[in-house]
């Protein structure tokens, strides 16, 4: 904005002014007739021009005063402005041209207050963000120097008790593959992305890339996330499908071969061939029960499964969970003790009650010895009831223990497949007791038998 012209307007009405003082002063001289004598021009000639300066100098000084008072509220509005006031205002004169400065100054604080507050606001979310986020973020600068981490990033590499600010990533506790993927980064200009464990059991995803300013490269950023747990998924899949595939292509195969035998003329041989449809037959029981087994556990982990509770009695349903097993006792001569106190009762959903004590039942009359004994009790406990089934069968070695009720885990799996099992019996308990709110658990002292037990809430 130009101020000259009104600078100017001022002097020149500063001029104006005296002129008209000047003017003023002759008038008194003049005679009645409207003469100016000349004698009395020149005796007053001093007087009036002291007085045209006097007024001169107090219409000039009254002038500056005036501007430099705006001035001065002006750059002091600046510089408040400078140091963030942007809510002050500052006051409009009635000048024309210093007026309009102080409403575009004025416009400008308020222009800029709301840019600053909507930052101040990007950066509060920026850095909840950063300081939540569930993956380590680093930054570093041009030499590899670590200038910033979150929170998870200090966890993960251990940092506690010392400021990591400052020090170098190679430096830092597992340091060593964060610093040559920084270094790559930075020497290369473009993005680095790799896999590593720093831990037994834990496997991290990082990626970093180069904070360029300018086309130069003035610092990296890192992010490393936590992988474990989708690749442990991923491995399970791979296991669950290799497990799948093995168990369904004993029985198929075994049902080709009968099939092809009858077909090649064991169908007309009377003392062999129903033999061979009998295998048919019990292989694609086998089939059914792995695929039963498939869906009951599928529908079990889908989380749409829930347990509709009443009252159930425990003893009647142990018997009546005991009756379709009568067949398998009997063939190994194993005797069956139902010592579940008369009376006592849990909250549970009946069917589902039943799946997991015949499963529980099975697996330890399988397992169990010729001519052994099963007993299968109940206690109360503070706030819950505890029903254990035990046998005297071989046992089951320590270190198969903690893996026992996992999908396809089998202690002895050339005995578990001769016997017919699926390998998600007990999987499938697993899953329906705690669907129930429940805990599981096995105990064994090989080789004096083994104890399954579950909980459901009183």
Known sequence: MNLLPTLKL????SYALVALLALAAAALLLDRSGALPLAALRAQAGPILALSVLFSLGAG?????LLARQFGEIISGSKRFAAGEFDYRIPVGSSGELRKLSETLNFMAGHLGAKVRDAELRRLELEAAFRDMSEAIFFTDGAGVITRMNPRARQLMGAKGFEPEGMRLSGMPGGDELSSAAIKA????????FEFEPGPGTVLAVSAAPILEGGAVRGCVLVARDITGPRKLETMRKDFVANVSHELKTPLTAIKGCAETLLGGALEDKEHGPGFARSIYEQSVRLENLV???LKISYAESGKASAEKAAVELKPLVAES?????????KKNIILSNLVPDGLAVSADRDKLSQVLINLLDNAAKYGR????IKISATEEPGAVKVAVENNGPGIPAEHLPHIFERFYRADKARSRELGGTGLGLSIVKHLVELHGGAVGAESSEPAGALFWFTLPS
């Open 292 to 294: 039963d087994d498939l």
């Open 186 to 193: 930075l020497s290369s200009g473009g993005p680095v992305a």
């Open 370 to 373: 010729e001519g052994g004994w």
């Open 61 to 65: 000084w009254l002038a500056a005063q």
């Open 10 to 13: 001022r002097i020149l009405l």
């Open 322 to 330: 005991a009756t379709g097993l009568a067949g398998l006792l009997a």
